[in-house]
């Protein structure tokens, strides 16, 4: 099956399912910045995944964590729960 390429959520504007960005920082907390947050909402399901890992340190590519979105403060923040109810932690 493919994402959902038409717009499914009641409070979205303009971004279908499936939305993508990167990561900025690496997530330490419930707070995540993102290049940018459009297409997030608040109960949204979101995978977070280390793809490349830093320079020199590529042992946790791979590591990933199912959240829940809880809030979308700004246009470069996603605020995030996993889905076992712990707060974000580390992917490396």
Known sequence: GNLNTAILGSSRTGSPDGVVTT??????????????????????????????????????????EIHTVLAVPDSTTVLLRKTDGSPAARLG
């Open 23 to 64: 990561v900025t920082a690496d997530p330490t907390s419930a707070a995540v910045a993102v290049a940018a947050s459009a297409g997030f909402a608040a109960g949204d399901k979101a995978l977070l995944i280390n793809l490349r890992g830093a320079a020199g340190d590529t042992a946790d590519v791979g590591n990933y």
